[in-house]
């Protein structure tokens, strides 16, 4: 099914990725996600990073060993897999404007959610994201992730996310509780508000950056306000 053309004042759909270039530059995520007009080019580090996720999301499934050049994360798994709880690997969650669960790709999906790897142990639940890159830490999409699991798993009241540093076998942890699920939104809703008014009036600015290196807009020439150090990068 083809995909429907963006109209100025459509419901903005969001995901963590898509909120972080938002936060970089509101015109380089518009002109990504809204009009398509940039391709989408994985860097090696990207295709890297995507290679080793499905390789854990395969181990974590009992589907396939780890690679000999990746065998040096198995303990990691190991500690993930012996910890007390059910496991789960790469869970995808939507949740509609209404805060309700939905599919993926149903009509109402308004914000989007993948977890790399999950326990439920009772009350208590664990969610980790795969990192490949060097440890940088922004606790959006861990708090977003324990938001989300709080809806699809209404018997939890305590979730841990994490960041799963790869290279230094390191976690990020952060702790939320159910009697904050409320706050926790309040503070989420903040950046997908502002892209909603984007699209409401249809003004997308530029926010010039070090990312105007790598923006597809600045590489096309056609951004006004890219650091002069990137333009036309």
Same mark, same amino acid.
């Given at each position: 099914?083809?995909?429907?053309?963006?109209?100025?004042?459509?419901?903005?759909?969001?995901?963590?990725?898509?909120?972080?270039?938002?936060?970089?530059?509101?015109?380089?995520?518009?002109?990504?996600?809204?009009?398509?007009?940039?391709?989408?080019?994985?860097?090696?580090?990207?295709?890297?990073?995507?290679?080793?996720?499905?390789?854990?999301?395969?181990?974590?499934?009992?589907?396939?060993?780890?690679?000999?050049?990746?065998?040096?994360?198995?303990?990691?798994?190991?500690?993930?897999?012996?910890?007390?709880?059910?496991?789960?690997?790469?869970?995808?969650?939507?949740?509609?404007?209404?805060?309700?669960?939905?599919?993926?790709?149903?009509?109402? /999906?308004?914000?989007?959610?993948?977890?790399?790897?999950?326990?439920?142990?009772?009350?208590?639940?664990?969610?980790?994201?795969?990192?490949?890159?060097?440890?940088?830490?922004?606790?959006?999409?861990?708090?977003?992730? /324990? /938001?989300?699991?709080?809806?699809?798993?209404?018997?939890?009241?305590?979730?841990?996310?994490?960041?799963?540093?790869?290279?230094?076998?390191?976690?990020?942890?952060?702790?939320?509780?159910?009697?904050?699920?409320?706050?926790?939104?309040?503070?989420?809703?903040?950046?997908?508000?502002?892209?909603?008014?984007?699209?409401?009036?249809?003004?997308?600015?530029?926010?010039?950056?070090?990312?105007?290196?790598?923006?597809?807009?600045?590489?096309?020439?056609?951004?006004?306000?890219?650091?002069?150090?990137?333009?036309?990068?």
């Amino acid at each position: 099914m083809a995909r429907k053309a963006y109209e100025p004042g459509q419901v903005i759909t969001w995901s963590p990725s898509r909120v972080n270039t938002f936060k970089k530059c509101s015109r380089m995520f518009h002109e990504e996600a809204n009009l398509r007009t940039v391709p989408f080019v994985q860097s090696e580090p990207q295709l890297y990073g995507d290679r080793v996720h499905k390789m854990l999301d395969k181990r974590i499934k009992g589907e396939a060993e780890l690679p000999i050049e990746e065998k040096h994360l198995e303990p990691l798994v190991l500690s993930l897999l012996n910890a007390p709880g059910r496991t789960m690997a790469e869970q995808k969650m939507t949740i509609n404007a209404k805060f309700e669960p939905t599919g993926w790709f149903s009509d109402d /999906a308004w914000c989007r959610i993948i977890v790399d790897v999950m326990k439920i142990n009772g009350p208590h639940g664990f969610m980790g994201d795969w990192k490949t890159g060097k440890p940088n830490f922004d606790q959006y999409q861990l708090k977003l992730n /324990a /938001a989300i699991g709080f809806i699809f798993y209404p018997s939890l009241e305590q979730i841990t996310t994490a960041y799963i540093w790869l290279k230094t076998k390191t976690l990020d942890p952060e702790v939320y509780h159910r009697s904050n699920y409320n706050r926790m939104w309040q503070e989420l809703l903040q950046e997908p508000a502002r892209m909603q008014e984007c699209s409401n009036r249809n003004h997308w600015p530029e926010r010039p950056g070090k990312h105007c290196g790598w923006c597809g807009v600045n590489k096309q020439q056609r951004c006004t306000s890219a650091s002069e150090k990137y333009k036309g990068a």
